[in-house]
């Protein structure tokens, strides 16, 4: 039995607790969607005070040893309870910062443009020398095999305050449509239109590579759109970090689904021998591409290329933003067809990086996974021979709902 002096004592804090919440919420102090978990924590603990037999029925229904057991374990609740609903508070906060940073840094280049444009009229006005033009520090690639639907869009989501190459290579598309919209793209001065004999993605980009000059690339699938601003992020990201040799982003999704998809905040080569984390759309300085060798193959060849990026011992970087906006419609393109031939796909590249599979324990001393890792991800990616490509599937789409990444 408890002393009644015990009970009394339990009955006056949880009365003391509950009119102290209310207090909090009457004067604006604590906002009422916190206060829910506090009233219903001084409720629980004043019923519990003030019944004793519930107390006691609860503690031998869940298996406790003593009454204050049985306390301690609602407290616990308690606790988890409140961890988990700052966390999601805390998430919601974290990705509202994240739109407000972004939105500010655009409102920060319009600010710029504005002011450059203003300096350009007055020169002009008051015939002083203009400045000279700027050079290109990036060049976006796009690939097109009859994609003339959407080709425009993602030309048109190309937004930068600074020059930008832009190459469409037509990778041997038939369709009457998309040969008449490239027609109209190649009467532009502006843009570069180069035309080969079909030979996939990889290719394409490879040959987009050599038909440009700057410095920095940027590969965009054409039924992909670029965020305003976001080759200018990544390419002051590059400047400040001259040892990586390329960056990385966040991206959205649009069409049949919406999501985001948050990229790694670090560079991950024991990881990359498993599952590849990385957005094909990422900026590359072309000393690296061309070093590389390019994209090649016509699946899983941006993953090839991050493998041969980890054998030759390149690093990046992640650009805390989303940088474009991925298309997702009824064929998902190539993706389905590579998720059913995974196991071939995957044995390829694993031929065509063997030294960095042997490294692996060593490049699992560089990253450094935590232990639960080490041992999950053989079983789960890798050859994927346990877990079936349509339960992977579910599992992306629910990531990508919650807008997180790869543990």
């Known amino acids: 039995m408890i002393d009644w002096r015990t009970r009394v004592l339990a009955i006056a804090g949880s009365l003391v607790l509950l009119l102290v919440v209310i207090d909090l919420v009457r004067r604006r102090r604590l906002k009422e969607e916190y206060s829910v978990l506090w009233v219903a924590a001084s ?14 029925w609860i503690t031998t229904a869940i298996g406790g040893v003593a009454l204050s057991s049985t306390l301690f374990f609602f407290a616990l609740l308690f606790v988890f309870f409140m961890l988990l609903h700052f966390s999601v508070r805390i998430s919601a906060l974290e990705r509202r910062f994240t739109a407000l940073v ?26 002083l020398p203009s400045q000279p033009p700027r050079t290109a520090r990036a060049a976006v690639i796009i690939p097109c095999f009859n994609d003339g639907d959407v080709l425009e869009e993602a030309i048109a989501s190309v937004q930068e305050h600074e020059p930008v190459e832009i190459v469409i290579v037509n990778d041997g598309s038939t369709d009457a449509g998309t040969l008449a919209v490239l027609g109209r793209i190649e009467a532009r001065d502006d843009i570069c239109v180069v ?14 590579l050599q038909a440009t000059s700057a410095p920095l690339v940027y590969p965009l699938d054409a039924d992909d759109r670029l ?31 919406v999501g985001h998809y948050r990229s790694p905040d670090a560079w991950l080569p024991w990881t990359l021998t498993y599952v590849n984390p990385y957005p ?10 061309e ?31 989303v940088v474009y906006r991925r298309r997702l419609h009824g064929d998902s393109r190539l993706l389905q067809q590579a998720r059913r031939h995974h196991q071939e796909l995957y044995s390829t590249i694993q031929q065509r990086n063997p030294e960095v599979f042997k490294r692996r324990p060593e490049l699992r001393g560089t990253e450094r996974p935590a232990l639960w890792k080490v041992a999950v991800y053989p079983v789960l990616f890798g050859p994927r021979t346990v877990v079936p490509y ?18």
């Open 102 to 127: 972004q939105e500010m840094g655009l409102v920060g280049v319009q600010v710029a443009a504005t002011r450059a444009a203003a300096a350009a009229v007055v020169a002009d006005v008051a015939g």
């Open 227 to 257: 965020e305003p601003g976001a080759l200018a992020a990544m390419a002051d990201t590059l400047e400040r970090h001259p040892e990586a040799g390329f960056a990385w982003g966040d991206y959205a999704l649009f069409g049949d689904r």
């Open 280 to 289: 094909v759309s990422s900026m590359f300085r072309r000393a690296t591409i």
């Open 195 to 208: 035309h080969r004999d079909n030979g996939g993605l990889g290719a394409a980009r490879t040959t987009g």
């Open 43 to 56: 409720v629980v603990l004043l019923i519990l005070a003030a019944w004793f037999e519930l107390l006691e």
């Open 291 to 321: 070093h590389a060798g390019g994209w090649q193959g016509r699946a899983y060849e941006d993953w090839d290329l991050w493998l041969r990026l980890v054998g030759m011992g390149i690093t990046g970087v992640r650009v805390d933003r």
């Open 390 to 407: 349509r339960v992977e599937a579910a599992l992306q789409r629910t990531m990508m709902r919650l807008g997180v990444g790869l543990p």
